[in-house]
């Protein structure tokens, strides 16, 4: 039993070349059209899915730094509050008058 040795159809038509990217692009306009827009698609998908994240990641670090701005006004709160207090403490009011001017208070 010999195996036959005769090129097959595809290749008798085009002896030694095969279709180019456009070529075939245009052999399988349908198909080509479809995998660019899917492709499109996922590559949206991609950006929007990074994006979720980005924003996810910008919200914690938004209410971490209010929590951190919240620490130091209780801080700064409190320093006040104990210059005042010690200010209070001076019997010529020098000190005193000095912080108010300094805090900025009408007091």
Sequence with gaps: MALS???SPSAARRPGRSL????NARKHKHSFIQFAAMTGILLL??????QKYRINNLLEDTSALREERDSLDDRMGSV?????REASLDSTGFLAARLRLLFGDEE
């Design 80 to 84: 006040k509050r104990d210059l005042r």
């Design 5 to 7: 040795s005769s090129p």
């Design 20 to 23: 180019g990217l456009l070529a």
């Design 45 to 50: 998908s991609l950006r929007s899915l990074g």
